[in-house]
Nanobody, 124 residues
Framework: QVQLVESGGGLVQAGGSLRLSCAASGRFFSMYDVGWFRRAPGKERDFVAAVYRSGLSTYYADSVQGRFTASRDNAKNTVYLQMNSPTPEHTAVYYC?????????????????WGQGPQVTVSS
């Protein structure tokens, strides 16, 4: 079992920066790949980014490529999503999620454990 607790959501101005953290409890977290997803108002939950268990490989949705950076510190059992220069279109509830490896995935159903999803609001 893995429990995920997120922090760092809130209000940010367009063009600013914000970092989300996802702290994991449970054993062997370094064996899990982690994804970030978001649910914008009136939309389905969709993929944002994923980081491989080692942290050496990442993958991004086109809408955040070059703006957002996913990373992890396995010594701290924590995964991060650095959001740079967000736009109001990035306003959403953001979730981190973990899946047993191997392999990154962009699909919701592949992930077994989910964080609570803090709100991120980007003002214009």
């Amino acid at each position: 079992q893995v429990q995920l607790v997120e922090s760092g959501g809130g209000l940010v101005q367009a063009g600013g920066s914000l970092r989300l953290s996802c702290a994991a409890s449970g054993r062997f977290f370094s064996m899990y790949d982690v994804g970030w997803f978001r649910r914008a108002p009136g939309k389905e939950r969709d993929f944002v980014a994923a980081v491989y268990r080692s942290g050496l490989s990442t993958y991004y949705a086109d809408s955040v490529q070059g703006r957002f950076t996913a990373s992890r510190d396995n010594a701290k059992n924590t995964v991060y999503l650095q959001m740079n220069s967000p736009t109001p279109e990035h306003t959403a509830v953001y979730y981190c999620a973990a899946k047993p490896g191997p392999g990154l995935s962009t699909t919701v159903v592949a992930y077994h454990f989910w964080g609570q999803g803090p709100q991120v609001t980007v003002s214009s």
